[in-house]
C-alpha cells in the first residue's frame, strides 16, 4: 500500500514536470523580437508631435504644452534642452511616458508668437542624443504670422546639423545674451545643415546670427563655442513674406586645418633615408612640426589655421628634425584655413646640390 502510495506520488510529479516542460517549450517557440543581449538601440529619437502643433493659432494664453518623443527619453537631459522663445520661465517638467508637459511660471503673452524648441543634446534612455533638435512654432493671435526665413548653414571646421540659428528684431538693436536666450524666434539645423524659421513678424527686419553649442552645455562659452552674425538684415515686406536660400558662412577658427600633397626627390638618395616634411609657423617658429612621408611620396600635415612654411627633406639620423646639411626642398609659404585642406601641393629635394640648406 505504501508501495502504490509513494509510485501515485511519483507519477503526479513526472506528469507535473513533464508539463512545466512542454509550457516552458512553448514559450519559447512564441518568443518575439530580439532576444536578451541583441542589438544595441543606435536610432536616434525623434519629436513625433506636439501640443499645440506647428503653425497654430489662437493658443490660449494658459495652455500647458507638450512633447511626444518616439521613445522613451532620458528626463533630465530632456527636460533642459527645451525652452521657449521669446523667454518663458518653465516651472515644471512633468513625463509620462514618451510625453513632457510644461508647467510655464507666468501665462503667455498676448498676440504673442512662440518657437518651443528642443536642443539637440536631448538624449534617449539608450543615451542616443536628437543631434539636429525640432521646433514647434505656434502663436497666441487670432492668426498665425506669415514671414519665414530659410535657407541653411554653410559650416567650416564644425558639423553643421543641431546649429541654432539665433533670430532677433533688428530694430530693437539688441545684441545676442546667451545666457538669458532673449532671442525673439529661433530655428535648428537639419541633418542636411538646412534651416527654417516661422512665424515672423511682417513687415518686419530681422537679423540672425549662428550658434554651435561645441560642448553641448546650451550656454554660449567663447573659449569653445561658436556665435556669429549673418552679414546682412533681412527684410520681410507684405509684397515677399517669405526669404528663400539664406546662406549664412560659419568658420570655426580654433579648428585644425589640414595641408597635403606629394614628395618628389632627384638625384641619388640613400633608401635609408627618411622623407619627413618640416612645417613652420609664421606666427610662431619655436614650435616646427615634422610629419614623415607616406610610402607612395604623399603626406598629409595637420595644422592650425594660419600662414606655414613646409620645406620636405631628407632625414638621414632619423632624429625626426630637419638640420643645416639634411637634402631639402625650398619653403613653400602655404595658407591652411582654419577647418579646411590645402590639397596638391608639390615638395622637390634635389638631392645633387652641394650648396648646404640653412636652418629653419
Known amino acids: 500500500m505504501d508501495a502504490r502510495r509513494r509510485h501515485g506520488r511519483g507519477s503526479r510529479r513526472s506528469r507535473a514536470l513533464a508539463a512545466l516542460l512542454l509550457a516552458a517549450a512553448l514559450a519559447g517557440c512564441a518568443r518575439k523580437g530580439p532576444p536578451s543581449g541583441g542589438p544595441p538601440d543606435i536610432i536616434p529619437p525623434r519629436l513625433l508631435s506636439s501640443s499645440p502643433d506647428s503653425g497654430a493659432a489662437g493658443v490660449a494664453r494658459d495652455a500647458r504644452l507638450s512633447l511626444t518623443f518616439s521613445e522613451g527619453m532620458e528626463p533630465r537631459t530632456t527636460g533642459d534642452a527645451v525652452a521657449l522663445a521669446p523667454r518663458v520661465v518653465i516651472r515644471q517638467r512633468r513625463w509620462s511616458g514618451r510625453t513632457l508637459t510644461l508647467v510655464l511660471e507666468d501665462s503667455l503673452a498676448k498676440d504673442q508668437t512662440y518657437t518651443l524648441f528642443v536642443g539637440g543634446n536631448a538624449h534617449d534612455r539608450h543615451g542616443n542624443a536628437m543631434g539636429t533638435g525640432a521646433a514647434v512654432v505656434f502663436t497666441t493671435a487670432d492668426s498665425f504670422p506669415s514671414g519665414r526665413i530659410e535657407g541653411e548653414i554653410q559650416a567650416q571646421g ?26 525673439d524666434a529661433v530655428g535648428l539645423a537639419d541633418r542636411d545643415g538646412r534651416f527654417r524659421i516661422d512665424g515672423l513678424r511682417v513687415p518686419g527686419r530681422w537679423r540672425l546670427w549662428a550658434f554651435a553649442d561645441l560642448n553641448g552645455n546650451r550656454s554660449f562659452e567663447p573659449a569653445v563655442d561658436i556665435l556669429a552674425p549673418a552679414d546682412t538684415v533681412l527684410a520681410l515686406t507684405p509684397d515677399a513674406p517669405r526669404i528663400h536660400d539664406v546662406v549664412v558662412h560659419v568658420v570655426n577658427t580654433r579648428a585644425p586645418g589640414r595641408a597635403s600633397g606629394r614628395v618628389t626627390v632627384q638625384g641619388p638618395a640613400d633608401s635609408t633615408w627618411v622623407r619627413r616634411v618640416w612645417a613652420v609657423a609664421e606666427k610662431d617658429s619655436t614650435h616646427p612640426l615634422s610629419f614623415e612621408v607616406r610610402g607612395d611620396e604623399t603626406f598629409s600635415c595637420g595644422l592650425s589655421g594660419g600662414r606655414w612654411r613646409l620645406r620636405a627633406f631628407l632625414d638621414r639620423n632619423h632624429d625626426g628634425h630637419w638640420q643645416a646639411g639634411e637634402p631639402a626642398s625650398e619653403a613653400l609659404p602655404v595658407e591652411v584655413p582654419p577647418g579646411a585642406e590645402v590639397k596638391d601641393l608639390i615638395l622637390r629635394i634635389l638631392v645633387s646640390e652641394t650648396k648646404r640648406q640653412e636652418g629653419p
Open 158 to 183: 564644425f558639423s553643421a546639423p543641431g546649429t541654432y540659428l539665433w533670430c532677433y528684431d533688428a530694430d530693437r538693436g539688441r545684441q545676442p545674451d546667451s545666457s538669458a536666450r532673449d532671442f
